[in-house]
């Protein structure tokens, strides 16, 4: 070893100086890291939003085009109980009236709102559902059906029972208690009410000789004239959208301000038992606004819930529950008094607006406003979360038809490419 070198290690300075670069160069990563879980996070919480509106407005459009399908006009919307109502096949000098389903339902204000979610509430005939009457009625209190019955028929579930010989009558009733599926070839069905010709339970209706006309089961496939000459009970399905908030504990709280997160309901007027049947559509759906079409009407009042601030009135510049000219029926034309009044069943498009949030608040934004809609201004809400307003629109054309859908059903097992019946 030669004279003069000694060995030495770093010097305080040294390791000061290098552990302060590998700090600095920690602390880079990990803001690094930081940001890029942050703008994961976002990025999700946006497509998780951008997700959620897509399916809501999917959801209320695609059912929405089908509103009034096979039905009466007066019956595809729902905005209280009808002191008077027009069914194209009711029994002469008949004084026709119409129960709201939701019982909770206040006349027009019900579902509109310029301070917090609308809701809305229509009906049309489900296409994929048909059966015979397999006995003719003899009570008001219930029917029988051809079976099987492959899913339940719900305590609430309106049917409209449908006469093909005859003067070609059609009733609509009300299933009174939860029917199970069952293979057996009749099914009895209890029916709810008796009140003669209020909508939807017009049992007394079904004392007309045209509903005596009856089929087996598998009439379709063993006796096609039969089949054809009876008469059918279909499905009336209904569609009550709203939006609901809730803690977590599961109760529905009211207050919008709240941290409860909402959601995007659809209740159709069933029950199992004894519980009403609600389906979550969507989650962090915090408000609906719906505005109504009226094409015939004066061009003040055709577009109905679209201005903002102004609530939607009942009457003949909002929505007429009971117009002068009476409710429209199939048998008038598109410009006949009745079609150009604003009853719900002269509506012809929906214009739907729906606001979303983020899933989770975000501790950096600081925005608690849930923007403007149709008619409802801005409104304070929860604060830290992203918002967005989808908007779309749906042509409601059924409740314009000229006739009653009688639909025709093949005799040769779809040979004749007619209907061969729905399941």
């Known amino acids: 070893m ?3 070198l000694h060995a030495r290690g770093f010097s305080l300075v040294e390791l000061v100086i290098a552990l302060a670069v590998s700090l600095l160069v920690i602390a880079a990563a990990m803001a690094l890291l930081v940001s890029q879980q942050r703008i994961f996070r976002v990025s ?3 497509r998780a939003l951008q997700e959620t509106g897509r399916v809501a407005l999917e959801e209320l459009t695609s059912n929405l085009r089908l ?8 019956y595809a919307f729902d905005f209280g109980p009808l002191e ?10 008949a004084d026709l009236s119409a129960a709201s389903t939701f019982a909770s339902c206040t006349a027009i204000s019900c579902r509109d709102s310029i301070t917090g979610s609308d809701e809305i509430v229509f009906r049309y005939r489900n296409p994929s559902f048909v059966r015979t009457l397999a006995a003719a009625p003899t009570s008001e209190t219930s029917i029988t059906i051809a079976g099987p019955l492959v899913t339940p028929l719900y305590q609430g579930q309106i049917l409209q029972v449908m006469c093909f010989a005859g003067d070609m009558r059609w009733a609509y009733v009300t299933v009174g208690a939860t029917v199970q599926p069952t293979d057996s070839d009749t099914v009895e069905v209890g029916l709810a009410g008796a009140n003669g010709d209020q909508f939807p339970f017009q049992n007394g209706y079904l004392t007309n000789s045209c509903f005596c006309a009856v089929a087996p089961r598998n009439a ?7 089949f054809a000459a009876a008469a059918k009970v279909y499905k009336v399905d209904q569609f009550r959208y709203y939006v609901a908030r809730y803690d977590t504990a599961g109760d529905v709280v009211t207050d919008v301000t709240s941290t409860a997160r909402p959601f995007l309901m659809l209740d159709q007027g069933l029950v199992n038992g004894g519980n009403p049947v609600l389906n979550v559509v969507a989650p962090d759906v915090e408000d609906l606004q719906f505005a109504y079409l009226f094409p015939n009407s004066q061009p003040a009042n055709q577009l109905v819930g679209a201005t903002a601030g102004t ?16 409710p429209p029926a199939f ?21 739907v607006a729906v606001t979303v949030r983020t899933p989770e608040a975000d501790s950096r934004v600081f925005e ?14 929860p604060i830290g979360y992203r918002r967005q307003v989808f908007q779309s629109s749906a042509a409601t054309r059924n409740p314009d038809a000229r006739g009653p859908y009688f639909p025709t059903y093949s005799t040769n097992g779809g040979a004749d490419q007619l209907n061969v019946g729905g399941g």
């Open 2 to 4: 030669r004279p003069g």
């Open 44 to 46: 999700t919480a946006d």
């Open 67 to 74: 509103a009034g399908y096979g039905i009466d006009p007066s």
């Open 84 to 93: 008077t109502s027009r069914q194209d096949r009711a029994p002469a000098n």
């Open 220 to 226: 379709l496939q063993t006796a096609p004239t039969t």
């Open 311 to 326: 609530q939607i009135s009942a009457g003949a510049s909002g929505i007429d529950l009971d117009p002068a000219a009476g």
């Open 331 to 351: 048998s008038d034309e598109s410009l006949a008094p009745q079609r150009i009044t604003q009853h719900p069943g002269n509506i012809r498009a929906v214009a």
């Open 368 to 381: 608690s406003t849930i923007p403007a809609a149709a008619n409802r201004p801005a409104v304070a809400g």
